[in-house]
Structures are given as C-alpha cells and as structure tokens.
Nanobody
Framework: QVQLVESGGGLVQTGGSLRLACAAS????????MGWFRQAPGKEREFVAG????????YYTEVVKGRFTISRDNAKATVYLQMNSLKPEDTAVYYC??????????????????????WGQGTQVTVSS
C-alpha cells in the first residue's frame, strides 16, 4: 500500500502561483510513476502532469505547458506541482496518483485516471478573477 497526502492548495488571484506537494509513504517512492490530476465541479478527473523514470521524464497536458512544472524528490518521497500564471479555469481539486513503474506503458496510458494504483484525498485550488 502507498499512502498519498496532498497539500499546498488555496485561494489565489489570477496570475498568481501555488506549489502543491504530495507526500508518499508505505513503499519505495522511486518505484512509482507519479501523476497530478484535477477535477473541476461537474467534470471528469483529468490528467495535468506526470513524472517517471530515473531521468525524471515529464509530460504535461497542453493547457498547462509553460505554466506548471512537476518535480519529485525521492529522498523526501514527495512530488511537487509548481503552478504559475494561474487562471480561473485552473480551479479544481488537485489529486496526485501513483502507479507502479513496472506497469509503465507510455504516456498514452499514464494520462488515464484508471491507470493509477493509489490516490491522495485531493487539495482545493481556487483562482479568483
């Protein structure tokens, strides 16, 4: 079992920044591919960013490229999402997910919510206009 706990959400104005963190416990953190997803009211949970591998290969959904940065610290068993230039449409509950790297099947698979083995409880991000 892997336990994931997100933090860092809050209320910010348009153009502001937030840094989300997801702390993992229970298994060897480096054995997991990590992803950030978000879910706005009335919408499906969608992929935002992911990081995998010994070289920290990353992938982003198009709408956050150039604004968001995912990173991980294996020593702290934590994955981060630095969010800059926030927009009202970024408002959502943000979740981190973990997927056993042995099940890695490329980014086409990793962007699907159903590919993840573990989830955190989520952290609310609200961007005011």
């Amino acid at each position: 079992q892997v336990q994931l706990v997100e933090s860092g959400g809050g209320l910010v104005q348009t153009g502001g920044s937030l840094r989300l963190a997801c702390a993992a416990s229970g298994r060897t953190f480096s054995n997991y591919m990590m992803g950030w997803f978000r879910q706005a009211p009335g919408k499906e949970r969608e992929f935002v960013a992911g990081v995998v591998g010994t070289h920290d290969d990353t992938y982003y959904t198009e709408v956050v490229k150039g604004r968001f940065t995912i990173s991980r610290d294996n020593a702290k068993a934590t994955v981060y999402l630095q969010m800059n230039s926030l927009k009202p449409e970024d408002t959502a509950v943000y979740y981190c997910g973990a997927r056993d790297v042995r099940h890695w099947g490329g980014w086409d698979s990793a962007i699907r919510r159903t590919s993840y083995d573990y989830w955190g409880q989520g952290t609310q991000v609200t961007v005011s206009s």
